[in-house]
């Protein structure tokens, strides 16, 4: 199983963008989801997770700025951002947790894709 994240890149302070989490390989279930960032210097935090239930958390700094939502392909989960901000420059990395073809919960982590909002 892999996670890949893409629609990182440049983005002008106030601008918007959607980053991608993707899921693929064998996998029977996708149970929780959820994006971290991690900005130069700090620790990994997290951004916005949805559970498998679709009950959704966001960080404070984020409420109402950015939105979760599952793609519609299983297990892609989509982060729309807006109303960037210089603070929100970080590498974002996409957390998934499965259930394998043996019924064993398991958790991945994708490389992280490189979010920067600079004018």
């Known amino acids: 199983v892999q996670v890949a994240e893409s629609g990182g890149g440049l983005v002008q302070p106030g601008g918007s963008l959607t980053l991608t989490c993707a899921t693929s390989?064998?996998?029977?279930?996708?149970?929780?989801m959820a994006w971290y960032r991690q900005a130069p210097g700090g620790h990994r935090d997290l951004v916005a997770s949805m559970a498998y239930s679709g009950a959704t958390e966001y960080a404070n700094s984020v409420k109402g700025r950015f939105t979760v939502r599952r793609g519609n392909t299983k297990g892609t989960l989509n982060l729309q951002m807006t109303s960037l901000h210089p603070d929100d420059t970080a590498v974002y990395s996409c957390?998934?947790?499965?259930?394998?073809?043996?019924?064993?919960?398991?958790?991945?982590w994708g490389q992280g894709t490189q979010v920067t909002v600079s004018s």
């Open positions: 957390y998934v947790r499965y259930r394998d073809q043996f019924y064993v919960f398991r958790e991945i």
């Open positions: 390989g064998d996998f029977l279930t996708i149970g929780d």
